[in-house]
């Protein structure tokens, strides 16, 4: 990254203005980051920002890098119950990704009864899919209700009104989505149901409440900072949630693979582009739900204060 040299005499307004428009992003991109890592080095590394003159390259750098911190959480910033709850975030944003991609896939493949003929892989990529999204499901609501309720009680009681509200994100952006989905659906003129266009809105609208749903519960455990068994049993079970909806992602992958191979005239299996684009997506939810998980699980294992 290339910064400007002290001194170097570009202090007009437009200068300024621009140094400022940064700050303002600079601070918006400390806000991606894990409470506690923004507790030891966010006044530092603003600081250094301003006195380098660092402009959007290098808050574009630092919002990117949030995402490792979340992942790989640094051990000396958190105590056992911190990384348990860091690795809670990192899972329930993967798993709720991968969740949503594999019932894309099965509404594009299985719900339409595609099955090429002679390659029963699909099949059983189909049946692997439906059994790992239900253990998945099962595991997540088994670890992550009693946690939820736990905190829900707490800002009940509390008289927290904003984490409350974060708290029932969950529930109020599903069921918006699905009441602007039906209210949707009624105003379709296509006679098969949606376009193309108008699916892939109602997909990309589809991940943004389960972005909101998962943001609020996030929030909670942040500002919380629930402690205890609900937590060490939650992260198990993310555990569990995690390698099964891996399993059911890796499995829509392979079937994508074979779509592209022994379906070439099924919809857009053809197109290499599009499948390698699926492939990565779904790889990249993989890890990201991996990684956090295992340290999830690492952090359950590890002694009390440490």
């Known amino acids: 990254m290339s910064v400007p040299p002290p001194g170097s005499g570009e202090t007009g307004p437009d200068h300024i203005e621009h140094q400022e428009s940064a700050g303002r992003l600079a601070r918006a991109a400390l806000l991606l980051y894990p409470r506690a890592w923004r ?17 959007m390259r290098a808050v574009f750098s630092l919002a990117w890098h949030a995402v490792p911190a979340w992942i790989w959480p640094p051990r000396h910033l958190h105590d056992r119950d911190d990384r348990m709850r860091a690795s809670l975030g990192t899972v329930l944003l993967a798993w709720s990704a991968l969740v949503g991609i594999s019932l894309v896939f099965v509404q594009l493949t299985q719900f339409q009864g595609y099955r090429p003929a002679g390659h029963p892989i699909i099949g059983w990529c ?31 009681r509390e008289h927290r009104l904003r984490d409350t509200f974060y708290l029932l994100l969950p529930v109020l952006a599903p069921a918006s989505y699905l009441a602007a989905l039906a209210a949707t659906s009624r105003l379709v003129s296509h006679p ?64 994508a693979v074979g779509l592209s191979l022994w379906a070439r005239e099924f919809a857009g299996y053809h197109q290499v582009a599009q499948v390698g684009g699926y492939l990565a997506v779904v790889a990249i939810g993989i890890v990201a739900a991996t990684v956090g998980a295992t340290r999830g699980l690492r952090s359950t294992l590890a002694r009390p204060g440490r």
Do not use: K
């Not at 507790?39 to 301003?50: D, H, N, Q, S």
């Not at 942040?222 to 068994?229: A, V, Y």
């Open 126 to 156: 189909y049946a692997v899919i439906d059994a790992a999204v239900a253990v998945s499901a099962l595991s997540a609501a088994a670890g992550g209700l009693p946690l939820w309720l736990l905190m829900l009680r707490r800002a009940r």
């Open 192 to 255: 098969n149901g949606f376009s193309g266009l108008q699916f892939l809105g109602v997909t990309i609208a589809g991940f943004v409440a389960a972005a909101v749903a998962c943001a609020g519960p996030i929030l909670a455990l942040s500002r919380l900072r629930p402690r205890g068994p609900a937590v060490h049993v939650a992260a198990r079970c993310a555990g569990v949630a995690a390698g099964s909806i891996a399993i059911a992602a890796a499995a829509s992958a392979i079937a």
């Open 39 to 55: 507790a030891r080095y966010g006044e530092e590394i603003f600081t250094l920002l301003e006195d380098t003159g660092g402009g």
